[in-house]
């Protein structure tokens, strides 16, 4: 069985604040998939990163990076300096079969304040 | 193209009435997924195509929906006898099966009310 979950339901910060968000996933698969997607107000989910399970390496994409622990079975994600316009909810996802189907969390809803 | 298009956004019915939804994926986009999504929660896998072909659907497509692809293009998900329960907001998602990223581009949805 597979399984998502993101503890954290909501997190407040002040603007330039760093927001990270934690993922913790549960799956008997060796290779798999996992996903940052953004959904903002006006509903729409945007891909944000992908990681597969044979690289761990950490990586910084803008104000984005992500924290890959596959012996904590851990895909954590951070938003460094938050911007207003981060405000969202954020929902971790993991793909372990072969054509695609996403297991999503619950969601962290972001809210960034001036 | 702008990216995968869902309409109607927004649908309001009457409990026992059947509605449909229509998706139009990314033109090259050859798979397609629909998920369900309620408040406060992540989206739920509903059903996958590849081209034209169901491949697989989830125990939470009951029987009273039904899902088509005709010519593996636009897809169409269509719920009989509505309940109450099925109010939530049914999300489209395409991917091209040939990209080493299978990253799913996701449409805006369409958010239905069962009164």
């Known amino acids: 069985a597979q399984k998502v979950t993101q503890a954290q339901t909501e997190i407040s910060v002040v603007e330039k604040e760093d927001v990270t968000l934690d993922c913790v996933y549960e799956t008997r698969d060796t290779t798999y998939y996992l996903f940052w997607y953004k959904q903002p107000p006006s509903g729409e989910l945007v891909f944000l990163i992908r990681r597969n399970s044979f690289d761990e390496q950490n990586e910084i994409s803008g104000r984005y990076s992500w924290n890959f622990q596959k012996s904590t079975s851990s895909f954590n994600f951070t938003i460094t300096a938050s911007q207003v316009v981060d405000s969202a909810v954020y929902f971790c996802a993991l793909e372990a079969d072969s054509w695609g189907k996403l297991q999503f969390g619950a969601g962290t809803q972001v809210v960034v304040t001036p | 193209d702008t990216g995968v298009s869902q309409n109607p956004r927004h649908k309001i019915t009457k409990r026992g009435q059947n509605v449909t939804f229509r998706c139009d994926p990314i033109s090259e986009h050859n798979r397609l997924y629909w998920y369900r999504q309620t408040l406060g929660q992540g989206p739920e896998f509903l059903t996958y195509?590849?081209?034209?072909?169901?491949?697989?659907k989830s125990r939470l497509l009951s029987d009273r929906f039904s899902a088509e692809r005709p010519k593996g293009s636009f897809s169409t998900l269509e719920i009989q006898r509505t309940e109450q329960g099925d109010s939530a907001m049914y999300l489209c998602?395409?991917?091209?099966?040939?990209?080493?990223?299978?990253?799913?581009?996701f449409g805006p949805g369409t958010r239905l009310t069962v009164l």
């Open positions: 998602a395409s991917s091209f099966s040939g990209s080493s990223y299978n990253e799913q581009f």
């Open positions: 195509f590849q081209n034209e072909a169901q491949l697989e």
